[in-house]
């Protein structure tokens, strides 16, 4: 057989590969609610937090918190599995209370989850995934200083080209600093991400938090995103305090990437 004949028979087996793309890149920031879907296979996906700020102040007691460069890590494993590594680079804490103050500075602890989407992962239509969790103490000055984990259900569900619905039901085994056991706390998100052109998105979030020892928290959350490019984007975001027992306020800033 001729060798061109060869060639040409090597490319067009191969056309169907070069010609296939992967899913459109989806993020589980900047909002609570995370993403049903998963990096897609043999890719790795960046999203990092370029700063978050947290403020609270209750009873004469003022607590605040930056935490720079918090990244999490993924790599697509197969068609509806990713692998995440979350990285609290730096963190600094702040109490105050009549007049007296401590800050607390460190590397912060680590987060390992595994997300497996169940279905919708690339049909467009809604779509659902589990995503265990373990967290693991580093012991530095602002390590929850014990293990924890948990479980996450997020839910897609496209309401127009535009609007997407987002929910999520949360169960976690959280450290109880006083006892130095563990505590059960829920959380549920209900979010609207909404294009507003081509490139730049908003969203507008409800979460709520409760615990055995602790009083529900309700918060609600909104932001904006600007994709740069498909696999480039950028954002932040607000997070106001709806009760007493929630933190008051807080701003951030991050950006994801997909190589």
């Known amino acids: 057989m001729?060798?061109?004949?060869w060639i040409f028979c090597?490319?067009?087996?191969?056309?169907?590969?070069?010609?296939?793309e992967p899913r459109p890149m989806s993020t589980d920031r900047p909002d609570t609610t995370?993403?049903?879907?998963t990096v897609p296979a043999g890719l790795f996906q960046v999203e990092a937090s370029l700063f978050d700020y947290s403020r609270d102040h209750a009873s004469g007691l003022r607590e605040t918190q930056w935490i720079y460069g918090q990244v999490n890590l993924k790599a697509g494993l197969g068609d509806a599995t990713d692998l995440q590594l979350i990285?609290?680079?730096?963190?600094?804490?702040?109490?105050?209370?009549?007049?007296?103050s401590t800050r607390t500075t460190g590397f912060g602890d680590l987060t390992l989850r595994l997300k497996h989407n169940l279905f919708g992962n690339d049909d467009g239509g809604s779509a659902l995934a589990l995503m265990p969790y373990v967290t693991v103490p580093t012991h530095t000055d602002?390590?929850?200083?014990?293990?924890?984990?948990?479980?996450?259900?997020?839910?897609g569900l496209p309401l127009s080209e535009r609007v997407t619905l987002g929910l999520m039901g949360e169960i976690d085994l959280v450290h109880d600093a006083e006892t130095?056991?563990?505590?059960?706390?829920?959380?549920?998100?209900?979010?609207?991400g909404i294009g507003l052109t081509e490139r730049l998105g908003s969203y507008l979030e409800l979460?709520?938090?409760a615990g055995n020892d602790t009083a529900y928290q309700g918060l609600f959350n909104t932001g904006l995103t600007f994709a740069l490019t498909p696999t480039l984007v950028f954002d932040a975001g607000v997070r106001l305090g709806l009760n007493r027992p929630a933190p008051d306020f807080g701003v951030f800033s991050g950006v994801s990437f997909r190589f």
């Open 2 to 5: 001729p060798a061109n004949h």
């Open 10 to 20: 090597l490319l067009a087996a191969a056309t169907p590969l070069l010609a296939a």
């Open 87 to 100: 990285v609290n680079s730096h963190a600094v804490a702040g109490v105050s209370e009549r007049g007296d």
């Open 142 to 155: 602002v390590s929850d200083q014990a293990w924890a984990g948990g479980l996450i259900l997020p839910f």
């Open 34 to 37: 995370e993403s049903p879907h």
């Open 207 to 209: 979460v709520g938090i």
């Open 180 to 192: 130095g056991g563990h505590d059960l706390e829920w959380l549920h998100s209900a979010t609207l």
